[in-house]
């Protein structure tokens, strides 16, 4: 059909979705068993669904729910920073997708946060009744607390688009660089504080883990896992949702492929060269060669070097499946290593039966937590302008 202007408009009509499938199945049998652990956690405490103890008062919670999801939800600010700072508007259609990932998965590890406290109800304490400003933990959480607001007030013109709120969505437009540049800042601060917090423990962190430096590695890190999380859930919600995508989305695809791969390789690469300089610095060659050495190569080679090798070389042949494998392997890397400093080489002298492992209740809490997150991400996908512009507001990407 065509509008007053005589231009054409495509209208997608919903595809019929069944109700009994495999992943709707799943996701129940997850969330059914999921609330009654919640209630379990809140009634009873810690200790009923937990493994952890006085030597390890952190545990899955906080390496894979936090420290993961943070890292995963940075293509947020490195798509915006992309298309509104540096002015790659070719990349404008990744900006919502990343934007909602963001937002939820922040959103989601603030869920998982207060299943992780002792005493969720005094999360305000620090910054009303006790502040401790000088606490490396008060600045995380405060610029955790005000970037998630910062994600919120980004997303928003797609929910106001969706509810008709035209007055409030043109306001909100207007800020579109002074948030960008602020999510930027709180973003640089707390995925680089998230680091420092670690450099608490030096006499608990396997040496080859830990280093002066590690607020850098968290920053640098952060910054190739938002690239490979916006190739990765790029190419699902285009294989899975391709027929609520609009042409332009589909056009655009391949070219935000290809560019935040080549920016991701150019990172990665920076980010193997510093690891190993931090090495030398330490003079932990000798480490290589032991057990724990050989877990560590296994992560900066197998998760660092060679995904940067597989998207230099897909960057260069135009490869979209090598530099979607590549995105693949740099987000499990990314996992890898943030289990490895928080979990897996953490308390790496303690004997093998006080090491801390994860309950399974611990387990089925995050994987409940990260079901829930797919589940209201295809509920906004399927309801809001996300994939496609709306019809009213064709400026919207």
């Known amino acids: 059909m ?80 992309a298309v509104y700072i540096f002015g790659l508007k070719k990349y404008q259609s990744a900006v919502r997708p990343a934007i909602l990932t963001g937002f939820l998965g922040y959103f989601f590890f603030a869920i998982a946060l207060i299943y992780d406290l002792g005493r969720p109800w005094r999360i305000p304490y620090p910054y009303s009744i006790s502040p401790g400003p000088n606490s490396v933990m008060f600045e995380v959480g405060l610029c955790v607390m005000l970037y998630l607001t910062v994600l919120f007030i980004e997303f928003s013109p797609a929910a106001m688009e969706w509810l008709g ?34 450099l608490m423990f030096p006499s608990k962190i396997h040496p080859l883990w830990y280093s002066p430096i590690m607020h850098i590695y968290f920053f640098i890190s952060s ?51 510093i690891k190993i300089v931090g090495v030398a610095m330490e003079n932990h060659w000798h480490l290589l060669f032991t057990g724990w050495g ?30 979607k494998i590549a995105a693949v ?24 039966d006080e090491r801390y492992f994860p309950h399974w209740m611990e387990l089925w809490i995050s994987a409940f937590i990260v079901t829930l997150f797919i589940v209201v991400f295809r509920f906004i996908i399927r309801k809001m302008p996300i994939l496609q512009a709306h019809p009213d507001y064709p400026d919207g990407h």
């Open 2 to 81: 065509a509008d007053a202007s005589g231009t054409e408009t495509v209208t997608h009509s919903q595809p019929e979705r069944k109700l009994l499938t495999p992943f709707n199945i799943i996701a129940a049998i997850i969330i059914i068993v999921g609330l009654p652990l919640t209630y379990i956690r809140f009634t009873k405490g810690l200790g009923p669904v937990t493994n952890l103890d006085d030597s390890n008062p952190w545990g899955f919670w906080i390496g894979f729910d936090l420290l993961c999801g943070v890292a995963l939800a940075a293509g947020g600010y490195v798509t915006s920073a």
């Open 165 to 198: 709120l035209k007055r409030a969505r043109k306001i909100v437009l207007r800020l579109t660089i002074t948030l960008t540049i602020f999510g930027v800042l709180l973003s640089t601060l707390h995925q680089s504080s998230l680091g420092a917090m670690f």
């Open 223 to 273: 910054i190739f896992a938002g690239l490979s999380m916006v190739i990765f859930e790029g190419s699902l919600t285009h294989h899975f949702y391709r027929d609520e995508l609009d042409e332009h989305h589909h056009k655009e695809f391949d070219q935000v492929v290809l560019g935040f791969s080549k920016a991701a390789a150019m990172v990665l690469a920076s980010y193997f060269m």
């Open 294 to 323: 050989l877990w560590y190569l296994l992560e900066i080679v197998g998760f660092v070097l060679l995904p940067c090798f597989m998207f230099t070389i897909g960057y260069r042949e135009k490869n979209l499946l090598l530099l």
């Open 329 to 352: 392997i740099t987000v499990i890397g990314i996992v890898l290593n943030r289990l490895n400093v928080s979990v897996i080489a953490f308390n790496w002298q303690l004997p093998a």
